[in-house]
């Protein structure tokens, strides 16, 4: 099975700040790798998909990049509505979720 | 749109098998990658299987020998069975559609673009 680890856990940012999430596959999955975020009692919306294709609609300040084991979510400039969790998550083989990144207003 | 509908029992005994499904509606099931993603309350997602409207599946190694994902193309919906439940199976769990699409970085690549809104299921006596 191939493990997703995302770094760090939790995050405590402020608005306008630049917050960057890192995950990292425990083998090559070239650039299978898919952001989503996620809101309390909420389901999880894609925002990044191949590891650096923005979602139409999703803003600009999202970006991702990456390949092979380590990928990256930026967020520049961040707004009050960014402030949830975000997960990556793996479609090489079968299917598999980093353990999430809570962000926080500082 | 196509929308997505979780229904089932919200609340099974230990030992049985949890049952649920989602319709489709707005749109036909016959294409795509069917999934189930379970969230225990306070936890991160787990990836449960996932239903071909062919009828080929794929499930997550470590739920595998309790799982079966089954799709019904007449009624528009697939369902999920989860058996010998205990509570560490207590979740919220999504149905979620997969699709395909070229990256910019390169090839096709799959994601989940479609969740329905989540059903919670208790496991308790």
């Known amino acids: 099975d191939i493990q997703m680890t995302q770094s760090p856990s939790s995050l405590s940012a402020s608005v306008g700040d630049r917050v960057t999430i890192t995950c990292r596959a425990s083998q090559s999955i070239t650039n299978y790798l898919n952001w989503y975020q996620q809101k309390p009692g909420k389901a999880p919306k894609l925002l990044i998909y191949g590891a650096s294709s923005l979602r139409s609609g999703v803003p600009s300040r999202f970006s991702g990049s990456g390949s092979g084991t380590d990928f990256t979510l930026t967020i520049t400039s961040l707004q009050p509505e960014d402030f949830a969790t975000y997960y990556c998550q793996q479609s090489y083989r079968t299917r598999a979720f980093g353990q999430g990144t809570k962000l926080e207003i500082k | 749109q196509v929308q997505l509908q979780e229904s089932g029992p919200g609340l099974v005994k230990p030992s049985e098998t949890l049952s649920l499904t989602c319709t489709v509606s707005g749109g036909s099931i016959s294409s795509y990658y069917w999934n189930w993603i379970r969230q225990p309350p306070g936890k991160g997602l787990e990836w449960i299987g996932y239903?071909?409207?062919?009828?080929?599946?794929k499930y997550n190694p470590s739920l595998q020998s309790r799982v079966t994902i089954s799709v019904d193309t007449s009624r528009n919906q697939f369902s999920l069975k989860l058996s010998s439940v205990t509570a560490a199976d207590t979740a919220v769990y999504y149905c979620?559609?997969?699709?395909?699409?070229?990256?910019?970085?390169?090839?096709?690549?799959?994601?989940?673009?479609?969740w329905g809104r989540g059903a919670l299921v208790t496991v308790s006596s």
């Open positions: 239903v071909y409207y062919s009828g080929t599946t």
């Open positions: 979620a559609r997969e699709v395909e699409a070229r990256a910019v970085a390169g090839g096709l690549v799959e994601y989940f673009d479609l």
